[in-house]
């Protein structure tokens, strides 16, 4: 029972601290107090009652090989999906080895900021039944501790090989797609009867390449150097799981930089020239780092006419871009909080903050390119735990999941202003589990013609007097939105000023944009050049999209590469690759929710029943059938879609082929294996 007791032990600290601040009438509200004992009596202790009974799949009793295993997955990825996956494979008889890159699990969780939290209820985020939430909307460390409690309830310690990258996973000898056994690395471990790729779509932090950017440790880390500024820790850890875990990416002047002045002064002056060429093409300089979007199949160079995070939910992650959180975190994105914008809040000229008009001819500033550089710190917007943020103004380039999160992580910690930067206007929803499960319920997953009318409702209930900073061309159902309650409030009190412009580079005392009005496009060329002062540069561009080279080319192709799978998820050449969570760029709904387990299940059901398996030709047709019923949708087929969508896939996936009902409580629900397996 110790969630119902975290319950009423966070009820007693917030009410404390509500006195403490003199929010009396607030702290003994008996409607708060209600609402406290419904969520301990109808979720909690559901969590404990109902979900553990029914569905909870049973753990190994001991540790050690399982005596007869019906087969043998490799798991690339110990995040909060290969987890969840490998329990749900290992409780039902199946063998598995988990191969994890870093030290720890907990996947893009582990790497985040310990403020950053759950964009959804936790209701719709159970990636696994053995999950037991402790409150409405978690932050990073209790997310992963769950995904080590799962991990060490599960017996996966032993399984699990850390510092272990997967460099290759190729046939074995004498097996062929479909249905090909599988060899990871040198084979150590053996021949495996199906690989689930979960490394998801937030790999490493993504820095945007601007000119005036300070020397990077990653700079120094290429000739074999270490910078100053390089630290050996985060100051905010969770406990057991992070020890000895390094920060990610944090930029600052190394003392290195005389050493390579010349040579940054040479590429600076590339980038000058590069930039007067584009500007005498198209009016402007853009820096097409800022963000990424990409494209349809996302193997495939960044597109950045597309929209772009952490990622169909969490809410994501995250989102393909920049941060997902679909109605995720996967934090940025995963993660991926990332969203909005207020029209012109231009301050007095005497902010730190403010906006001073800067001559908008491309050649006004041409004589620093070659050597201006930012004064201050940059950093990524995952690594703001320790940075030193108080009395401060913090500009944030990218206005996705992590951008928002940023600019509430920065206000939290005492920053004067945070100035978001936004390159393209995205949505953002209400943190509300009623309106965000009904948004994603629409199971067609494209905008439709009565689609407006959720737009016009997020707009006048949710924006409502901050109309101006919705997105313009956009609809709701052609991107992953952010869920956020508090970013448009900041906006209001005028603690986070949102400015929508192309990035051109950093200066001196700040950051060179090409502001817009919401009426301009993207790299308009009567945009007018803005000097935005401030004393940290944050980049809130999301994470690089993690690459698949580890497998044959020939399991992805041309055509039917990421998104464009079987069921989304499964390589259409050959159904015992399943790439869970590792294939979508937008979407409605939730990455971690009950689809993990379903999709184990799915490989589980094709390892068990050789009949009820799809051949290529069936899983190619699949693809193309939903092309077809979704051509015109913005983003191609399967580069957005929501969660009915999802769960609509499941159901015809059984009703299609009656010879897999049989199956559908094992598969849905996890319930049984036929006596005969």
Known sequence: MSAAFEVVKSYATTSVDLFKHGHVFTAISPFRAFQATIFLVSYVLIQQLVVHTF?????PKKDGPLPKPRGRIAVVGAGLTGV?????AIAHGFEVVIYESKDSVGGIWADVNST??????????????????????????????????????????????????????????????????????????GEFDAIIVTVGTCGKPKMAGFPGMPHTHWEDEKEGKKGKGDRDSRSHRPTDYHADRKPVNRIRQSDDAQKVAEKKKKEEDKRRKEQEARSNKRGAYRDMDEIAYPALNPDSPANPQMSGAPSFAEVATQPPAEDSAAINSEPEGTKDADEVSESGLWEDAEDSGTVKEQGSEPGDHDHQDGEEKFQGDVLHSSELDDAELEGRTVLIIGSGASGVEAAETALQQGAKKAIVIARQDKWIIPRNTFIDTIISAQPFGQEMPLSFVWEWFIRTFHYRDLKDLSPKGLGIYEGTPVVNNAFLDHIRAGKVQYIRGDTERLVENGVRVKTRTRDQPVGAEDAKSETIEGDIVVLATGFERPTLDFLPDDVFPDGYARPDLYLQNFATEDWS??????????????????????????????????????????????????????????????????????????LTFHVFRPDRLRWIFFTMQGWGVPIEH
Not at 175 to 188: C, E, H, L, Q, R
Not at 583 to 592: E, F, K, L, W
Not at 611 to 636: E, I, S, T
């Open 55 to 59: 569905f909870k799949p049973s753990p």
């Open 84 to 88: 969840s996956s490998a329990a749900h």
């Open 116 to 189: 950053s939290s759950l964009q959804l209820n936790s209701l719709i985020y159970r990636f696994h039944p053995a999950v037991l939430w402790k409150h409405t909307y978690p932050a990073r460390d209790e997310i992963v501790s769950e995904v080590t409690r799962i991990w060490k309830e599960y017996k996966l310690e032993s399984r699990t090989r850390f510092n272990t990258r997967v460099k290759s996973a190729r046939r074995a000898n004498g097996t062929s797609s479909p249905g090909a056994k599988w060899v990871i690395n040198d084979g150590a471990d």
């Open 577 to 650: 690759v399943l790439c869970t969570n590792s294939s979508y760029v937008n979407a409605i709904g939730t990455v971690g929710h009950i689809h993990i387990g379903i999709y184990t299940r799915i490989l589980l059901l094709f390892l068990l029943d050789a009949g009820a398996r799809p051949d290529v030709r069936d899983m190619k047709l699949w693809v193309d059938v939903v092309r077809f019923v979704k051509r015109g949708a913005k983003g191609g087929a399967l580069g957005f879609f929501t969660y009915m969508e999802l769960c609509i896939w499941f």
